[in-house]
């Protein structure tokens, strides 16, 4: 079965510094990777995925993720963080055979100090 | 906005009751699927409809029921409740069946079972 673990409930970090939220997965076959941002009282918003090609994605709001597979991670990254990047973030996988559903992680909250 | 629409937003009901809650995907979109998020469960998968049939099927209990319309929104039943069942009920979209295409969430339904 498919499985996501966001091993950190929060990630603290000043704002200007960079920034990396943890994901490692556990899919048998080629996974699909997500990370989705939740701001309070809104629904899920998609930030980057991956389906194959160049390990390095780039998403929204300057966010990027690096796939690697040899360790099942799929880490998020922004060399430069915003207060405004404070959110939960959500780590997802999907694949493309046999029973096909997105399974996402637990979340992290990512808190950004002035 | 997503383009996902939710009804009702809040919803408080007694134990034992029974609701239902209402998506209208984005345009275009066929793919409908219901998620629970829960503090102690994170964001859980319940069921996707494709196009009005049965897609895949997730942690959805017996006392949920969910269907997709010709019009393409789509309700999910929620009966003999239990104050468990309170939580955030999300519905996504997309444009196609399979897990590589990124969701639409709308805002949710808080739902409180008192």
């Known amino acids: 079965a498919q499985s996501v673990a966001q091993p950190e409930d929060q990630v603290n970090v000043a704002e200007g510094n960079p920034l990396t939220v943890k994901c490692t997965y556990s899919?048998?076959?080629?996974?699909?990777l997500f990370w989705y941002v939740q701001y309070p009282n809104r629904g899920l918003q998609f930030l980057l995925k991956?389906?194959?090609?160049?390990?390095l994605v780039k998403g929204s709001y300057g966010f990027e993720a690096e796939f690697n597979k040899s360790q099942t991670s799929f880490h998020l990254k922004k060399p430069s963080a915003l207060v405004s990047d404070s959110a939960l973030y959500f780590c997802?996988?999907?694949?493309?055979?046999?029973?096909?559903?997105?399974?996402f992680g637990t979340g992290t909250r990512l808190l950004v100090s002035p | 906005d997503s383009g996902v629409t939710q009804t009702p937003k809040h919803l408080i009901t007694a134990t034992g009751q029974r609701v239902t809650l209402r998506c209208s995907p984005r345009?275009?979109?066929?793919?409908v699927y219901w998620y629970q998020q829960s503090l102690d469960q994170g964001l859980q998968f319940l069921i996707q409809?494709?196009?009005?049939?049965?897609?895949a099927k997730g942690n959805i209990l017996e006392r949920f029921s969910a269907q997709q319309f010709p019009d393409l929104h789509s309700e999910l039943n929620l009966s003999s409740l239990e104050l468990g069942d309170s939580a955030l009920y999300f519905c996504?979209?997309?444009?196609?069946?399979?897990?590589?295409?990124?969701?639409?969430f709308g805002s949710g339904t808080q739902l409180s079972v008192l």
């Open positions: 996504a979209s997309s444009s196609s069946a399979g897990t590589n295409e990124k969701l639409f």
């Open positions: 899919v048998s076959g080629n996974p699909y």
């Open positions: 991956y389906i194959t090609g160049d390990n």
């Open positions: 997802a996988v999907g694949k493309n055979t046999g029973f096909q559903k997105l399974v």
């Open positions: 345009s275009g979109d066929l793919s």
């Open positions: 409809y494709y196009n009005g049939e049965e897609r």
